[in-house]
């Protein structure tokens, strides 16, 4: 069975700096890997996925995430944090083969100090 | 087409009331998923359709959990009997077939069980 670890539980940084958000995932196969963002009551939006070929994916609003097989992670990253950018953040495997069911991870939630 | 739309938004119930949800999916998706948010929590699955074909339900919560997708469009999802334990945000997402695709979320329905 796939399932997703996110070791944050909180993050919280300044605005402008880096951040760097962990997503551990278990799954035998090659997987689907996802990042979404939450607002608060709001369902979710896709910020990127990665399915094949390129292990650095861009998304929108200026993330981008990592493949790292041998660590079996995907990471979520970004250059500049600005203050809109505070929400809730999953990660989800996706199984490649079988009956491909989105699998989420329990969500880090970020913190923008001004 | 504006996405997958939840109705309604918002629901109260008094303990031990049946309720019913409904999701409206993206028009050309012939899959779609139920999950249930608690507060901290990721999305947990619940179960899902591939246009009318009821595919895996093992994870509903209880006997008093349903769902239906009766011609393969919108779906519903009734809890009978409600109890407080039952108060969450109920998500529907809707994707295309297995594969390389990603999976579309509603804003979902937040239910209060009083």
């Known amino acids: 069975a796939q399932s997703v670890t996110q070791p944050d539980i909180h993050i919280t940084v300044s605005e402008g700096a880096s951040l760097e958000l962990r997503c551990n995932y278990s799954y035998g196969a090659t997987p689907y890997l996802f990042w979404y963002v939450q607002s608060p009551g709001q369902g979710l939006q896709l910020l990127l996925k990665?399915?094949?070929?390129?292990?650095l994916v861009q998304g929108i609003k200026g993330f981008e995430a990592e493949f790292k097989r041998s660590q079996s992670s995907f990471n979520l990253r970004k250059p500049s944090v600005h203050w809109s950018d505070a929400a809730e953040y999953f990660c989800?495997?996706?199984?490649?083969?079988?009956?491909?069911?989105?699998?989420f991870g329990r969500g880090t939630s970020l913190i923008v100090h001004p | 087409d504006t996405g997958v739309s939840q109705n309604p938004r918002h629901k109260i119930t008094k303990r031990g009331q049946n309720v019913t949800f409904r999701c409206d999916p993206i028009?050309?998706?012939?899959?779609l998923y139920w999950y249930r948010q608690t507060l901290g929590q990721g999305p947990e699955f619940l179960t899902y359709f591939q246009n009318e074909a009821q595919l895996e339900k093992s994870r509903l919560l209880s006997d008093r959990f349903s769902a239906e997708r009766p011609k393969g469009s919108f779906s519903t999802l009734e809890i009978q009997r409600t109890e407080q334990g039952d108060s969450a945000m109920y998500l529907c997402?809707?994707?295309?077939?297995?594969?390389?695709?990603?999976?579309?979320f509603g804003q979902g329905t937040r239910l209060t069980v009083v």
């Open positions: 990665y399915f094949s070929g390129d292990t």
């Open positions: 989800a495997v996706g199984a490649s083969g079988g009956s491909y069911i989105p699998t």
């Open positions: 028009s050309e998706h012939n899959r």
């Open positions: 997402a809707s994707s295309l077939e297995q594969g390389a695709t990603e999976a579309f």
